[in-house]
Nanobody, 128 residues
């Protein structure tokens, strides 16, 4: 089992920045692609970004491309999401997810049902 704990959410004004963290613990050995998803009230869970196990490959939703950056520090078993130029429509609960993959260079996918482990989420609220 892998446990994921997100932190770093909060209230920020439009145009501001936040950095989310996701700390992994438990059976973290092996290759895990990591991802961030988000869910706003009354909406479905939405893919935000993913990063391969070795950190070499990333992918983003069009709505956050050029504003958000995903990264990871494997020595610390932590994944980050740097969010800049935040908009009110970025308001949501942000979830970290992990997917076991056979190779370190494989990125994650945008499909939430392919992820094996999830964190409890952290609230991000962007005021206008």
């Amino acid at each position: 089992q892998v446990q994921l704990v997100e932190s770093g959410g909060g209230l920020v004004q439009a145009g501001g920045s936040l950095r989310l963290s996701c700390a992994a613990s438990g059976r973290t050995g092996g290759n895990y692609a990591m991802a961030w998803f988000r869910q706003a009230p009354g909406k479905e869970r939405e893919f935000v970004a993913t990063i391969s196990a070795n950190g070499a490959r990333t992918s983003y939703a069009d709505s956050v491309k050029a504003r958000f950056a995903i990264s990871r520090d494997n020595a610390k078993n932590t994944v980050y999401l740097q969010m800049s130029s935040l908009k009110p429509e970025d308001t949501a609960v942000y979830y970290c997810a992990a997917n076991r993959v056979p190779f370190g260079s494989l990125p994650g996918t945008s499909r939430y049902y392919e992820y094996d482990y999830w964190g409890q989420g952290t609230q991000v609220t962007v005021s206008s």
